[in-house]
């Protein structure tokens, strides 16, 4: 089971809640499911990025959704690749490099499971919690869902003032 609470900061601190991270933003987007059926995030990172003018070394905490392994491969290959993101994105001086090692530190949906339903909110945990335990202030996550579509969201460390 995995709960994730989303609420202003004055109202968790007024219930007795320290918050873990800020949510920044987020982009969704949605490709031919018979092409590109698995390959959503490929489109929904390098687009929230580009929104927030980040690269990838930006980000300390990445968790990606990885339905199987070999999409989590191809996710890579493709943002890594130039040619690539300056034909998806207009990006054309790529956005950094990327490597398997970065993404999903502690472990990600093949070792700790798929739980229909709480997918979303266990990325989102485990990345709030890799950002409290870090001093990294970025997170993204992102996951790749039925149809084509996908998800990437921006997460940032919380620090009290």
Not at 27 to 52: N, R
Not at 73 to 98: A, M, V, Y
Request: hydrophobic share 40%; proline share 3%; glycine share 8%.
């Amino acid at each position: 089971m995995s709960v994730t609470l989303l609420s202003s900061e004055q109202n968790a601190m007024f219930q007795g809640s320290k918050p873990k991270a800020y949510f920044r933003g987020y982009t969704i987007t949605a490709h031919d499911p018979a092409m590109e059926s698995l390959m959503g995030p490929a489109y929904a990172i390098p687009k929230l990025l580009k929104k927030f003018n980040l690269r990838f070394e930006d980000i300390g905490v990445f968790e990606i959704h990885e339905a199987f392994a070999g999409q989590i491969l191809c996710l890579i290959k493709c943002i890594n690749d130039r040619d690539f993101l300056r034909k998806t994105h207009d990006i054309s001086e790529g956005l950094g490099t990327i490597t398997v090692e970065d993404i999903n530190k502690w472990g990600g949906s093949l070792s700790l499971g798929h739980p229909l339903g709480a997918t979303g909110s266990r990325l989102i945990n485990m990345a709030c919690n890799q950002l409290q335990n870090s001093n990294h202030k970025y997170a993204l996550v992102s996951s790749c869902s039925s149809g084509g579509q996908a998800i990437a969201i921006l997460l940032e460390k919380y620090t009290s003032s």
